[in-house]
């Protein structure tokens, strides 16, 4: 078990909008003490509310 975890979001792009539902793609940063890597993501987002909720997250490539 890592004694600490960092996770960092940068590179927002806004892929697709429709309605109240967003895609989002972003590059995360992910570092422990025993790993790290960085990754593009692409999320889809649900507009509830007041709430913004990931109804999927995906893995689109390791960044160098």
Known sequence: KP????VSLSDFLF??????????ELTQAYSSDRYAD???KLFDLLHD??????????SIGRVR
């Open 3 to 6: 004694k600490s975890i960092k």
């Open 15 to 24: 892929v697709n909008k429709v309605h109240n539902r967003v895609q989002l």
């Open 38 to 40: 960085k990754t593009r």
């Open 49 to 58: 509310g007041n709430d913004w909720k990931i109804i999927r997250e995906r």
